[in-house]
Each structure stands twice: as C-alpha cells, then as structure tokens.
C-alpha cells in the first residue's frame, strides 16, 4: 500500500484514495513526427526495479494531478510534486539522492 | 412552487450513533484561484462567513465555505438563496477567470451524530479520523466505501457528509450499517 501526499491539498491518503496515471515527464510526439519517435511516445515505458516516476490523480479528493517518484521494491515514496513541471525538481532528486545514491532514470540523475 | 424534496426525504436512523439526511441545501460550486480578490469577495459576500483557509469548512447554520481545492470552493446557503446567490457571485466576478454553479439538487447531505461518529467514518472512509488529526473546522474529501463523499465536522461528535444525490440510498444504507448497534469498535 502506498502513501501519498498529494501537494495540492496537503492531504496524505493511500492510494485508493488516488489513481495512477502512468509513467511521468513522458514528451508527446505527435503529427509531423518520426515514426520512430511516434512510436516510442505510444508504448515504450520504463519498468525499472527501484527509483521511478509517476503520475498520479487525487481523484476521490481535490482532483488534480501530480507527480510522485517511488520505489518500485519497496513501496517507498521519495516524494509528490506538481504537475506543472517536466521534470522532477532538485528537492525531490536530492530525496532520492539521500536513499538511493547513484539513482538514474531515463535521462534524469 | 413546487416544495423541494431531499433524495431520502429526511430519513433516519438510529443506532450506536444517529443518522440523519438534511432536507435541501444550497450548494454551489466555485471554481476560481483563491488568491484573487474578487474570488474570495464573492464568496464571502454571499456566505457571511471568512473564508477558508487549507482543508477548511467554516460553516454557521446553513451558510459556510468550504475549501475543496486550490481552485474550488463550496459554497453553502439555504436552498432557496442559491440562484440569487450564483448571480450575485457572477455579477461581482464579472471578467475574473472563474466559474459559479448551482449543484444543490445534484447533492445529499447527511449528519452523523454521536460520540461514535468518527468511528462510523473510520469504518468507510481511509482517513485518520482520531481526535488529534481531525477537529471540528476541517473537511476531507476522499471515498466512503465505493462512493466519493466530502465530510466536516460540524462541532465534536456532529460530522456533516456531502455526496452525489445519485448515491445518496447508498451512502445511507453503507452510515446504517457501519452505525449496527454492537459493531462498535471503540477504537477512539
Ligand atoms: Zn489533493
């Protein structure tokens, strides 16, 4: 069960409270695309076992969106963030830092 | 006119705590950044009351804001106020960036009262409902059982519980039998 903070409303509720939407800061290509770049926005996703990102919804609460980044083994929650961001702030990788050093995901560090 | 008519027809029931559904409340929402002035004038203006701050429900009798997200607000007034009160709100936010609607018929209003009505919560809803974490002024929007639900206490022991009129049968029959005399838990 996780535990999630959502940052709009402040509220720490588990996650049947929430609803996961995915994989975070994913970068949409659309028309006018490769068809390679098309097709790796569509269906390539990230599986890693330990640090990740993801977005969430706060739906049965305030209803907005945000971001989380946690750990896949361990349920454990690094942080929540602000949906208004395409990557995750320094606060929250220094979180990671400090639990899981030498952390990498996709082009983040 | 028609006399307006709540989802249950002010049903109760008695058991280790009283439940009771509320006839018809004006209730509207608001959507508009809270840090604009117009905003919480508008608010306030048909409200009576100040307005809220995080996760707070300021409500006196039938009147109140609550504080449903950095950009929604639910705004309380007798049922028969509503419309006059959203064009009043519409007048005084002429130009903001925001939105007033009447959602009173599309609600259910419930009171939970008793010393074991946050234990009657707690059964349905994943909230910390222990005195320390919840207090009278604050309002939690989460799930009750399968069902969004937004709920205040009202003062200690008297919680108010919102949710869609759609599902108030349900929401009545979930309080009923989390409130069976002899499934307390004593918990709190
Ligand atoms: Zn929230």
């Excluded at chain 1, 959502?6 to 695309?33: D, I, N, Q, W």
């Excluded at chain 1, 946690?70 to 929250?92: D, K, M, N, W």
Aim: net charge negative; with cysteine; glycine share 8%.
């Amino acid at each position: 069960m996780l535990i999630l903070t959502c940052p709009y409303c402040g509220v720490s509720g588990e996650e049947t409270e929430f609803h996961a939407g995915g994989e975070a800061h994913l970068k949409r290509f659309g028309p006018g695309s490769s068809d390679a770049d098309f097709e790796s926005y569509l269906f390539h996703r990230e599986n890693p076992k330990g640090v990740h990102f993801e977005r969430w919804r706060h739906v049965s609460g305030c209803g907005k969106w945000f971001h989380a980044a946690r750990c896949t083994t361990t349920l454990e929650v690094f942080g929540t963030y602000t949906a208004q961001t395409s990557e995750p702030p320094q606060s929250i990788k220094d979180a990671i830092t400090a639990k899981r050093p030498g952390w990498t995901w996709r082009d983040f560090a | 006119m028609s006399d307006p008519v709540s989802a249950l027809n002010r049903v109760t029931f008695d058991g280790f705590v009283k439940v009771e559904e509320m006839g018809p409340r004006g209730m509207i929402t608001l959507r508009g950044d809270h840090a604009l002035p117009e905003v919480k004038n508008a608010a306030t203006g048909v409200a009576g009351v100040n307005f809220p701050g995080q996760r707070e429900c300021r409500v006196v009798e039938e009147r109140g804001l609550a504080w449903m997200s950095p950009d929604e607000l639910l705004v309380m007034v007798p049922h028969g106020e509503a419309d006059t009160a959203v064009a009043s709100m519409e007048s005084d936010l002429d130009g903001t960036h925001s939105l007033a609607v009447n959602v009173s018929d599309a609600r259910a209003v419930f009171r939970i009262i008793g010393p074991g009505a946050r234990e009657v919560l707690a059964k349905l809803c994943p909230v910390d409902l222990s005195p320390e974490a919840f207090v009278p002024g604050t309002i939690r929007r989460t799930r009750a059982a399968q069902v969004p639900v937004a709920f205040w206490m009202v003062e200690e022991d008297v919680f108010e519980l919102v949710c869609f009129r759609s599902v108030a049968a349900y929401v009545f029959d979930l309080l009923k039998t989390a409130a069976i005399p002899g499934s307390e838990v004593g918990y709190f």
